[in-house]
């Protein structure tokens, strides 16, 4: 168990994934800035980022990829660093681009990766491979992007991992595809009660298959929840005013918009207090939900600096589920 602040042995029965102020830098660069995050044994969780914000970076600590420059974790129960090697017994890996032995036919791929683990299970690789056509005896130099993905991922599953991380893996497979992996893989592993940690550029599939997201933003962890309760404490808030002054806006609003006789902004603790005392002065007051892309946007643009009143990139709005 990791020395610095995870000694519960609960805390690791309940999460696969376990991080206390994980901190990596390049040079100058600080990719990762003290993350603290949890993954729920079980749970499909979304690590959703722009480009350059640090997920690849955590992934691979994840895997003693790269050290940590400061900071611990605990992977299945595991120390993230002293038992790397057991930690990689028990999950599956797939990134974008993953290099493949392309002399080798997609057969062999998978022949090869069985005798590297006590057990295997050849149906749930045909159960990837046979949906989108791919021939076992294709050899991997001849496969698209796409199905090198498939296969990629397909040898990641054989040994029935316990967690799957899944590094953009998705980017560049065809709507058919992406389907059928959500539907053979994502969905048995959760049904299984084993965890899936996923990144990528597609929110809408993150909306679609996650329970739990994470926003991971200039290597900072903003937001940690449920789906649900992401959804439920972030709403945009229109308050239409045809007369009279503008109204006061909460302190920690995003993407704040004024007009002559409208101000809308977005809340990140909405609660139906707010709304009734926003409308005491008799203006009109309308609750919006939001898409998981509108609240990604409104926390990435907020923590760039780009709203004047949203929250200082020092201070993560962070809630655990």
């Not at 690791?12 to 390049?26: P, Q």
């Not at 959760?190 to 990144?199: D, K, M, P, W």
């Amino acid at each position: 168990m990791s020395d610095h602040g995870i000694r519960s042995e609960a805390v690791t029965e309940n999460y696969a994934v376990v991080t206390h102020t994980l901190t990596r830098r390049f040079g100058r660069k600080l990719a990762l800035d003290s993350v603290s995050a949890r993954v729920s044994v079980g749970s499909i969780y979304g690590l959703m980022g722009p480009n350059g914000a640090g997920k690849t970076t955590f992934i691979r600590c994840l895997l003693n990829l790269i050290n940590p420059t400061s900071g611990s974790g605990t992977v299945l129960g595991h120390d993230m660093v002293r038992d790397s090697v057991a930690v990689r017994r028990r999950i599956g890996h797939v990134a974008a681009l993953q290099p493949l032995w392309e002399w080798m036919t997609v057969r062999e791929l998978a022949n090869f990766m069985a005798g590297c683990y006590p057990r295997w299970d050849q149906e749930a690789v045909k159960a990837v491979l046979s949906p989108v056509g791919i021939d076992p005896n294709d050899k991997i130099e001849e496969l698209s992007r796409g199905q090198r993905t498939l296969a990629a991922l397909a040898v990641a599953i054989g040994h029935q991992p316990e967690l799957l991380l899944l590094d953009e893996a998705l980017t560049g497979l065809d709507p058919i595809s992406r389907r059928e992996v959500l539907r053979n893989v994502i969905d048995v592993m959760h049904a299984e009660n084993r965890t899936v940690l996923i990144t990528g550029q597609d929110i809408a599939d993150m909306e679609r298959i996650c329970d739990h997201v994470g926003f991971l933003i200039k290597g900072k962890l903003f937001w940690e929840s449920t789906l649900d309760d992401l959804k439920a404490r972030v709403k945009r808030i229109r308050i239409e005013h045809p007369s009279g002054p503008q109204p006061q806006v909460p302190v920690n609003a995003l993407r704040v918009e004024r007009a002559a006789r409208e101000t809308e902004f977005t809340v990140t603790d909405f609660t139906r207090d707010l709304v009734e005392s926003l409308a005491a002065q008799g203006r009109r007051v309308e609750m919006l939900d939001l898409s998981l892309e509108d609240i990604f946007v409104d926390l990435a643009s907020a923590s760039g600096g780009l709203s004047a009143a949203g929250p200082s990139a020092n201070a993560p709005m962070k809630v655990s589920a």
